[in-house]
């Protein structure tokens, strides 16, 4: 049995997603640049992980990237 899992894109925090980005700020509070990649690569597993599902973790990927601006590179 297969079911099809998507990407959530609706308010999973209830409304609560100020809370979340201010908790993800706290966690890097008082980190160094090197420390606070280290935290998100750490934070980025624990939470694939957690979802488990690879189609909806490439989704995701894929959804990130295209939100990453290439101004400025070459």
Do not use: Q, W
């Amino acid at each position: 049995m297969s079911a099809v899992t998507r990407l959530r894109r609706e308010d999973g925090f209830a409304g609560a997603g100020d809370d979340f980005y201010a908790a993800l700020l706290e966690a890097h509070e008082g980190l160094c640049d090197v420390e606070s990649a280290g935290l998100n690569a750490r934070l980025v597993l624990l939470l694939g992980n957690h979802i488990g599902d690879l189609s909806v973790i490439r989704e995701a990927l894929s959804v990130a990237r295209a939100g990453v601006s290439r101004e400025g590179k070459s």
